[in-house]
């Protein structure tokens, strides 16, 4: 791998469905800033994971699945290589879909605790998507999922069809706003990273592999 003294194990988690004529040579040549950044000549050793017990980056022709449960060393520079993949893969991706990223700081395991600092730890949500409207659905699909997951606790589901038309309308307005601001000749603003937060960061460490 590229550096044996990385401050952090990346993981990527998650799946793209992929367009139906979308062969092994493009994908290799979207998810090249990433088999690149180890430190790897080809695809195949790249995509392996610095875990033996990860499946690593893996195409799944039949189903037409870019599956990924992949960690590789590296350090806060492989944000950029997210950002080259998320452009690359949208052009290949049928509907939305979302990968989770997790950035592990492995200093705070050595050595972290006992200095008394908190971990550098990240976690991030990439949004693919062939269409900005593709992207919002699945961000959309994630928050409501999310919303659910923890209100349930209180609420019976049929209790919560106010909130899901509430997030519907908040999406209806960004896109509608997305829409606009293209006509006007302005930047699109939908990227293919989202939802950062950072769980290291005064609160409980996210394990470390839950898979």
């Keep these: 791998m590229k550096d044996l003294n990385s401050t952090f194990d990346i993981h990527l988690h998650g799946e793209v469905p992929l367009q139906a004529k979308v062969t092994l040579e493009q994908i290799k040549e979207a998810l090249k800033p990433l088999w690149t950044y180890t430190g790897a000549t080809s695809f195949t050793q790249g995509a392996m994971s610095s875990f033996d017990d990860e499946p690593g980056i893996h195409f799944n022709e039949q189903d037409m699945l870019l599956e990924f449960c992949w960690t590789v060393p590296g350090e806060d520079d ?3 290589c997210l950002d080259e993949m998320c452009m690359s893969l949208n052009e290949l991706a049928v509907v939305g879909a979302t990968i989770e990223v ?9 050595e972290g605790e006992e200095d008394g600092r908190e971990s550098l730890d990240d976690f991030l949500m990439l949004f693919i998507g062939p269409t900005p409207a593709a992207i919002m659905q699945a961000q959309r699909d994630l928050l409501i999922a999310d919303v659910f997951h923890m209100m349930e606790r209180h609420f019976e589901p049929s209790e919560l069809t106010g909130i899901s038309s509430e997030i519907d309308r908040l999406f209806s307005e960004r896109f509608n706003n997305l829409v606009n601001s293209l006509e006007m000749g302005k930047p699109n603003q939908i990227g293919g990273a989202g939802a950062s937060s950072n769980p290291g960061h005064g609160g409980q460490r996210k394990p470390r592999h839950l898979h």
């Design 78 to 80: 492989f944000r950029q």
């Design 102 to 110: 997790t950035f592990y700081d492995t200093e705070f395991d050595e």
